[in-house]
């Protein structure tokens, strides 16, 4: 007896969509629970601001101490930190790059790399 190959195609095909279908749901409810965790995790924060409005003050002035802090750090300083090492290894490395193939994306690359770089230097904010 030979094999109908139109069942079998058919039986194949209704066996991937059922797995498709099913590994959507399960996605999608995987999903759900993470957004609710997530949204929960939020709420628990939120709620933890709103109720501790009278340390606003000394969270300001926290950031001004953090901001002159940063300012005290001189460049020389800040090139020998671990974030002013790796800035500076990615501008090297685009730049490198930028040489070996001058496209517009590595050029862009190298300027963007190396603008990051230089803004650390001169302020101690990393860009993103």
Not at 6 to 25: Q, W
Not at 58 to 70: C, E, K, P, W
Not at 89 to 110: K, V, Y
């Amino acid at each position: 007896m030979e094999p109908n190959y139109f069942r079998l195609t058919l039986s194949v095909a209704a066996g991937v969509f059922l797995g498709l279908l099913v590994f959507s749901l399960f996605s999608w409810f995987a999903a759900m629970l993470w957004l609710g965790a997530v949204t929960a995790h939020l709420d628990e924060i939120v709620g933890s601001v709103s109720s501790s409005s009278s340390s606003a003050p000394a969270t300001i002035s926290s950031n001004a101490q953090v901001s002159s802090d940063r300012a005290e750090i001189n460049a020389g300083d800040r090139q020998n930190t671990k974030t002013g090492k790796r800035l500076r290894f990615l501008c090297d490395e685009w730049t490198r790059n930028a040489s070996a193939t001058p496209t517009q994306t590595t050029i862009s690359g190298a300027g963007d790399a190396c603008r990051r770089y230089q803004h650390y230097i001169d302020t101690g904010v990393v860009l993103k």
